[in-house]
């Protein structure tokens, strides 16, 4: 396994929030690595906690560091859950998972993408908006190759190691992206089904200002199924949310926001035009 071919596309974006991490809910710890969220998921005294998506290439050390500072040394995760496997997901995966040689778990559609035998859609530059849709052309889409280390998610729709959490099917970003979701006070790990930025602007990116929108356009490939994913992540009335870029966000400003893009996603989600756009 080799994520040689990751680290060689190194992108130079990053934001004002880089190296934040941030308390959302009792168990829940967000860490910003260049424009995307990693999130740890447990108690700081319990036995068991497990990492959700892994961060840009070569941000291994920093979310290494972070675990420490939350669970003490030598206390890895039990395993690592993936939204997705997209490159600013995956980037530091293989070298997390080698070093902590824990299993890793994500939604049996993700597979193709995680075992070598495909690769992602290429980026679609040509949706209308800022200069990150327009460099996006420059985005790695290449699958990785995890062989037997990498897992389906069970069917009941539980997560390994996490008790009281479950996961929800919500594609359109990719075919298998999850989002995970804890009914006991409503909290919500998103991924990329919607984000707190408007990824495709850069100026947006680098100062991370908050705006619930629908997913990255320049790598969504399936509109209708993210409209819809959209609508039932909206209809579990979450209390608080971490997306997969930009800051936490919780209260009126979650419950409102969600409302409206469910409500309007045509219009505020999806692109006027581009090659995945019917």
Known sequence: ????????????????????????????????????????????????????????????????????????????????????????????LIELMEHWEVPVYAHLKEMPYLTGQESYPEPDPSVEGGMVAKISWMFPNEGINLDEKVQPLPDDQSIPFLDGWKWIHTPGHTKGHISLFRESDRSLIAGDAFVNVRQDSLYKVFTQEREISGPPRYLTTDWESAKQSVSVLAALKPKAAVTGHGYPVDGEELDSGLSKLSREFDSLAKPDHGKYVE
Not at 6 to 30: F, H
Not at 46 to 57: T, Y
Request: charged letters at 20%; proline letters at 7%; aromatic letters at 6%.
């Open 1 to 92: 396994m080799d994520d040689h071919h990751l680290n060689e596309k190194i992108l130079p974006m990053t934001s004002m929030s880089n190296g934040d991490v941030r308390k959302v809910r009792e168990g829940i710890y967000c860490l910003t690595v260049q424009i995307v969220n990693v999130i740890f998921l447990g108690l700081p005294k319990r036995d068991e906690w497990v990492l959700v998506d892994a961060g840009m290439p070569r941000s291994a050390e920093v979310i290494k560091k972070t675990a420490e500072a939350i669970y003490g040394p030598n206390h890895p995760p039990a395993a690592i859950i993936l939204t997705h496997g997209h490159f600013d997901h995956v980037g530091a």
